[in-house]
């Protein structure tokens, strides 16, 4: 606090709070916090929570260290009597506005100092956090064995292996949660995108070993026979990433190449898009456009998701439901979020609702890293003196 020349400093981040006090607890599904704020001053501390989520021992220890307890929401009030000749330290990244708008005394922006501080363990710490993974390397021993002895005997899906495998490491001394909620896939709920990868590799390397290749893919083959299979490994990996994102942006693409070579056992609609020949026409002369475009389609065929539907197939269904079966009038509200942008491939979702008596309502996330308000004019803000913030 000195170092940034504050004398207070306000924690809205609830790992931050749990580690400066000690203190955990069960608000949060598989993490240890407990829902509250912090204002550190030079010689005290003032915690905002729910006074019923603590027990006697940590009253005592709270006290013992000058922190002083007062109900959860008196905080946003309270930033609001912080003497306004101090100077508050606050992480812009992890501070909600409604409570960065509240202080009326001038305002410095750092890294809450916790985040360090945490970061280094002790030798305590260290020999835990070892002995915690070595726990839970036996329970999942435990359930590849019982998952290789029994795929045959029963039924397992997602949930009942993510459960079993919950049960394993609960048999584990000093067990409390799981730290996150298992991640299973199989068959066609598995992660497209490793396959897609690992797709690409096999294509490429296939590709290093042939003599002979097309013109237009003169390019793609003279790179690829510069790489060893590590790096094969990561222009597949790469190319993942570039066709994952045409999924989302330029899915238009993806249909088209596809429809130019197979014929799909279920219907496809191709996404409107304007003057698509004379955009493709002048996309022929990008000496990357036709190889990526014939890699896609090997990738289709390999795969096999001409035939079953998994290129597409999600598009087309979830269309074809909303149409038959709209919502009727008071239908609950379909809320719909999206990430920085509308990525053109859900248009046709969003137009299946143009006829519902339903309320279709769009959260897009802000691209920005900082706030918002610190992206549009201050004049429409109150930060001159008023506030007295610090904006250099």
């Given at each position: 606090?000195?170092k940034?020349?504050?004398?207070?400093?306000?924690?809205?981040s609830?790992?931050?709070?749990?580690w400066?006090?000690?203190?955990?607890?069960?608000?949060?599904?598989?993490?240890?916090?407990v829902l509250?704020?912090?204002?550190?001053?030079?010689?005290?501390?003032d915690?905002?929570?729910e006074?019923?989520?603590l027990?006697?021992?940590?009253?005592?220890?709270?006290?013992?260290?000058n922190?002083?307890?007062?109900?959860?929401?008196d905080?946003?009030?309270?930033?609001?009597?912080?003497?306004?000749?101090?100077?508050?330290?606050?992480?812009?990244?992890?501070?909600n506005?409604?409570?960065?708008?509240?202080?009326?005394?001038?305002?410095?922006q750092?890294?809450n100092?916790t985040?360090?501080m945490?970061?280094?363990?002790?030798?305590?710490?260290?020999?835990?956090?070892?002995?915690a993974?070595?726990?839970?390397?036996v329970?999942l021993?435990k359930?590849?064995y019982?998952?290789?002895?029994n795929?045959?005997?029963?039924k397992?899906?997602?949930l009942?292996a993510?459960?079993k495998l919950t049960?394993?490491?609960?048999?584990?001394?000093?067990?409390?949660?799981d730290?996150?909620?298992?991640?299973?896939?199989?068959g066609?709920?598995?992660a497209t995108s490793?396959v897609?990868a690992w797709?690409f590799?096999?294509?490429?390397?296939?590709?290093q070993?042939?003599k002979?290749f097309?013109?237009?893919?003169?390019?793609?083959?003279?790179?690829?026979?510069?790489?060893d299979?590590v790096?094969?490994?990561e222009?597949?990996?790469?190319?993942?990433?570039?066709?994952i994102?045409y999924?989302s942006?330029r899915f238009d693409?993806?249909?088209?190449w596809?429809?130019?070579?197979f014929?799909?056992?279920?219907?496809v609609?191709?996404?409107?898009?304007?003057?698509?020949?004379a955009?493709?026409e002048?996309?022929?002369?990008n000496?990357d456009?036709?190889?990526?475009?014939?890699l896609?389609?090997?990738l289709?065929?390999?795969t096999g998701?001409?035939?079953?539907?998994?290129?597409?197939?999600?598009?087309?269904?979830?269309?074809?439901?909303?149409?038959k079966?709209?919502?009727v009038?008071?239908?609950?509200?379909?809320h719909?979020f999206l990430?920085?942008?509308?990525?053109?491939?859900l248009?046709p979702?969003i137009?299946a609702y143009?006829?519902?008596p339903?309320?279709?309502n769009?959260?897009?996330?802000n691209?920005?890293?900082?706030?918002w308000?610190?992206?549009?004019?201050?004049?429409?803000?109150?930060?001159s003196?008023n506030l007295k913030?610090?904006?250099s």
């Amino acid at each position: 606090m000195k170092k940034a020349g504050a004398n207070i400093h306000l924690v809205a981040s609830l790992d931050d709070v749990a580690w400066l006090l000690n203190m955990r607890g069960n608000d949060i599904d598989f993490f240890p916090l407990v829902l509250a704020y912090v204002i550190v001053r030079e010689d005290s501390a003032d915690l905002y929570v729910e006074e019923k989520k603590l027990n006697d021992d940590l009253h005592k220890m709270l006290k013992e260290n000058n922190v002083n307890v007062h109900p959860y929401n008196d905080i946003y009030e309270d930033a609001k009597k912080v003497d306004a000749s101090a100077t508050a330290l606050i992480d812009p990244m992890k501070m909600n506005y409604a409570l960065y708008k509240n202080l009326p005394c001038k305002v410095v922006q750092g890294a809450n100092p916790t985040i360090l501080m945490k970061a280094i363990k002790n030798e305590t710490e260290i020999k835990n956090v070892r002995n915690a993974e070595l726990k839970d390397s036996v329970a999942l021993t435990k359930f590849i064995y019982w998952l290789k002895n029994n795929y045959d005997k029963m039924k397992i899906t997602e949930l009942s292996a993510s459960e079993k495998l919950t049960q394993l490491r609960s048999e584990q001394e000093g067990y409390v949660r799981d730290s996150f909620e298992p991640l299973h896939a199989f068959g066609a709920h598995a992660a497209t995108s490793h396959v897609m990868a690992w797709t690409f590799y096999e294509i490429l390397r296939q590709k290093q070993n042939k003599k002979a290749f097309p013109e237009d893919e003169k390019r793609l083959y003279e790179y690829i026979q510069t790489l060893d299979p590590v790096g094969v490994l990561e222009f597949a990996r790469h190319l993942n990433t570039v066709f994952i994102t045409y999924g989302s942006y330029r899915f238009d693409w993806l249909q088209q190449w596809a429809l130019e070579k197979f014929k799909f056992n279920h219907k496809v609609h191709p996404l409107p898009v304007p003057n698509a020949k004379a955009e493709e026409e002048r996309l022929k002369k990008n000496a990357d456009f036709l190889w990526q475009k014939r890699l896609w389609q090997e990738l289709i065929e390999q795969t096999g998701a001409e035939s079953e539907g998994k290129i597409f197939g999600w598009l087309e269904n979830t269309i074809e439901r909303i149409r038959k079966n709209k919502p009727v009038e008071n239908s609950l509200p379909v809320h719909l979020f999206l990430p920085f942008s509308i990525p053109p491939n859900l248009l046709p979702l969003i137009r299946a609702y143009e006829d519902s008596p339903a309320e279709l309502n769009l959260y897009i996330l802000n691209p920005c890293a900082e706030y918002w308000f610190e992206s549009v004019p201050k004049a429409q803000f109150d930060w001159s003196e008023n506030l007295k913030v610090d904006n250099s």
